[in-house]
């Protein structure tokens, strides 16, 4: 059965870190690019970071600098540490695997930063 499992989410206060890790079962996460997403109350999902399957890497201009997407294939892991946080950072994340226009989705993992 495949699946992806988000952790890491909490609270924090603006300033803080958080790192969130996504693990993926069921799959070769080798082949897939890897993406994370948030989506806040009201507002649509956004892409936050991504990363292809040779590591190259984007990011939203509103979290460059402080936003680091990676990944472990060995583990079939996809992690985003985020520094600097800023109540604007609150949302679900939610991780995102991708290949060939098959997508792959977690449930989804809460970050809330307070001022």
């Known amino acids: 059965q495949v699946q992806l499992v988000e952790s890491g989410g909490g609270l924090v206060q603006a300033g803080g870190s958080l790192r969130l890790s996504c693990a993926a079962s069921g799959i070769i996460c080798s082949i897939y690019a890897m993406g994370w997403y948030r989506q806040a109350p009201g507002k649509q999902r956004e892409l936050v970071a991504s990363?292809?399957?040779?590591?190259?890497?984007t990011y939203a201009d509103s979290v460059k600098g402080r936003f680091t997407i990676s990944r472990d294939n060995a583990k079939n892991t996809v992690y985003l540490q985020m520094n600097s946080l800023k109540p604007e950072d609150t949302a679900m994340y939610y991780c995102?695997?991708?290949?060939?226009?098959?997508?792959?989705w977690g449930q989804g993992t809460q970050v809330t930063v307070s001022s």
């Open positions: 990363i292809t399957t040779a590591g190259s890497t």
């Open positions: 995102r695997f991708d290949r060939r226009g098959t997508e792959l």
